[in-house]
């Protein structure tokens, strides 16, 4: 009985966490289904607030428009009477002072009619003399009303049926921003963001992406890449912190950028790659992702190491290069074992380099397949993925790398401009991790590593 009592026992235990795990998990949901629900409704409330401040801003724009353009009608017809009136004024001057001549000869003649006969011959003689000098024949020209100004308003109903058209048309609501974020993949010290389009009929001609440090200590977003390509390696973030990515689109032919994607969280936790500091020969950036040969070294090709094996197979690695130097044979970009200071070239064995005329070295054996040489602006790439191990003892041996492999033998693949090289390469010791380095036997060389 007590041991059907022990198995009814865990039996119930086992139902109990199985609910709490049920319960655990829907909670969750409910959380997502919470922070969804808050997604739409902040997101309606905010797009209901644009499109409110947008046709304020636009009615009071068109409204100022308008009473610009009545002001400058208005005043061009109070011009136009102006000058057409000013004539007819003068004009009327002159039938005014006419009629005044007019009206005081009338008055002078009358009064000499009835004057008496002793005064009549000398009043009709200067009324006479007067009436001779007026000219009463002259009279002044007034223009015919086809000559004169007859002013009027005319309004081209295009511009309202223009307005409606564009009005029934202007903004746009839609569910889902044009492009969204849709990978966010850790690097070294970086993150390597892809997107893409979501509407197939909006046609991108460029994209805008910004990133900040999210939580309280968050800054302003900046932009990180305006351009045509889908992806981009946002360089220089500090490892296990929080950075927040958003997208933006811009239509062919548009000035405006499209409303922003929803932010998405991003971080890694590999530290970056950093050129060792205090190697003599070399000057290293405060970000230690720069290294510039400098002089200070009179002969010979020394060797410039990672701080650490921070490169790992499945990941690319880039150099590129920024300032040029008198090229040399010695010269090596790559990827090796160790990061010896004994080491004094990266052309030896357990390592693949790249020379700046092109030759690739594996294991200090050059290569007869050659690359493009390597100029300023040049970006070379090393890709390695793991392709065979050797265990010890024909033991067991894991996808990942272990104490029990004795060799491990990679695909390499070395990029430098159009052109790649593919070949695999036998390490003696399985590692975690590969140092990187450079080396130049002339000053002025200059590499940026991520």
Same mark, same amino acid.
């Given at each position: 009985m007590s041991a059907e009592v022990d198995v009814l026992m865990q039996e119930a235990k086992e139902s109990i966490e199985a609910a709490q795990n049920f319960r655990t998990e829907l909670q969750q949901r409910l959380g997502g289904l919470n922070q969804a629900r808050q997604q739409v409704r902040g997101s309606s409330t905010q797009a209901r607030d644009a499109l409110r401040r947008h046709f304020t801003e636009l009615q009071a724009a068109a409204t100022r428009l308008l009473s610009e353009r009545l002001?400058?009608?208005?005043?061009? $017809?109070?011009?136009?009477?102006?000058?057409?009136?000013?004539?007819? %004024?003068?004009?009327? &001057?002159?039938?005014?002072?006419?009629?005044? *001549?007019?009206?005081?000869?009338?008055? !002078?003649?009358?009064?000499?009619?009835?004057?008496?006969?002793?005064?009549?011959?000398?009043?009709?003689? &200067? +009324?006479?003399?007067?009436?001779? @000098?007026?000219?009463?024949?002259?009279?002044? !020209? /007034?223009?015919?009303?086809?000559?004169?100004?007859?002013?009027?308003? *005319? +309004? %081209?109903?295009?511009?309202? /049926?223009?307005?409606?058209?564009?009005?029934?048309?202007h903004g746009s609501v839609a569910s889902h921003p044009p492009v969204l974020i849709e990978e966010l993949q850790e690097r070294p010290g970086s993150i390597l963001v892809r997107w893409c389009k979501v509407d197939e009929d909006f046609a991108a001609a460029d994209y805008r992406l910004q990133y900040r440090r999210s939580g309280s200590g968050g800054s302003q977003y900046e932009d990180a890449y305006v351009g045509h390509d889908t992806d981009f390696l946002a360089l220089g973030l500090d490892p296990n912190t929080d950075y927040m990515f958003r997208v933006c689109a811009r239509g062919e032919g548009r000035t405006e950028w499209s409303p922003w994607s929803v932010a998405q969280t991003g971080y890694t936790t590999m530290e970056p790659h950093e050129w060792r500091p205090g190697t003599e020969g070399y000057i290293v950036s405060s970000r230690r992702n720069i290294a510039l040969r400098n002089d200070s070294v009179p002969s010979g090709c020394p060797v410039l190491y990672s701080n650490a094996p921070t490169y790992f197979c499945g990941l690319t690695l880039t150099f590129?290069?920024?300032?040029?130097?008198?090229? %040399?044979?010695?010269?090596?970009?790559?990827?090796?074992? %160790?990061?010896?200071? &004994?080491?004094? &070239?990266?052309?030896?064995?357990?390592? $693949?380099?790249?020379?700046?005329?092109?030759?690739?070295?594996?294991?200090?054996?050059?290569?007869?397949? *050659?690359?493009?040489?390597?100029?300023?602006?040049?970006?070379?790439? +090393?890709?390695?993925?793991?392709?065979?191990? $050797?265990?010890?003892?024909?033991? @067991? $041996?894991? #996808?990942?790398?272990?104490?029990?492999?004795?060799?491990?033998?990679?695909?390499?693949?070395?990029?430098?401009?159009?052109? !790649?090289?593919? +070949?695999?390469?036998?390490? #003696?010791?399985?590692?975690d991790g590969l140092f990187f380095g450079c080396a130049f036997a002339h000053a002025g060389w200059k590499v940026l590593v991520f």
């Open positions: 002001s400058a009608l208005l005043a061009e $017809v109070d011009a136009i009477e102006a000058d057409s009136v000013r004539p007819l %004024d003068d004009c009327q &001057s002159l039938v005014e002072y006419g009629m005044g *001549q007019a009206d005081e000869l009338l008055r !002078e003649g009358e009064a000499a009619l009835r004057c008496g006969l002793g005064e009549k011959e000398d009043k009709l003689g &200067s +009324f006479t003399k007067k009436a001779m @000098h007026i000219q009463l024949d002259s009279l002044p !020209e /007034v223009p015919a009303l086809v000559d004169v100004p007859c002013v009027s308003a *005319q +309004f %081209d109903d295009s511009l309202l /049926v223009l307005l409606r058209e564009r009005a029934c048309r590129k290069i920024s300032a040029t130097g008198k090229p %040399d044979r010695r010269d090596s970009l790559g990827v090796c074992v %160790d990061g010896e200071k &004994s080491c004094r &070239s990266l052309q030896r064995d357990q390592a $693949v380099c790249i020379s700046t005329n092109g030759a690739v070295y594996v294991n200090g054996k050059e290569m007869t397949n *050659q690359l493009p040489s390597i100029t300023l602006g040049s970006a070379v790439t +090393f890709d390695m993925e793991v392709v065979g191990v $050797v265990p010890l003892n024909n033991d @067991h $041996v894991s #996808d990942n790398v272990g104490n029990n492999v004795s060799s491990l033998k990679l695909r390499v693949t070395i990029g430098s401009g159009s052109r !790649e090289v593919v +070949f695999d390469w036998l390490l #003696d010791t399985a590692v």
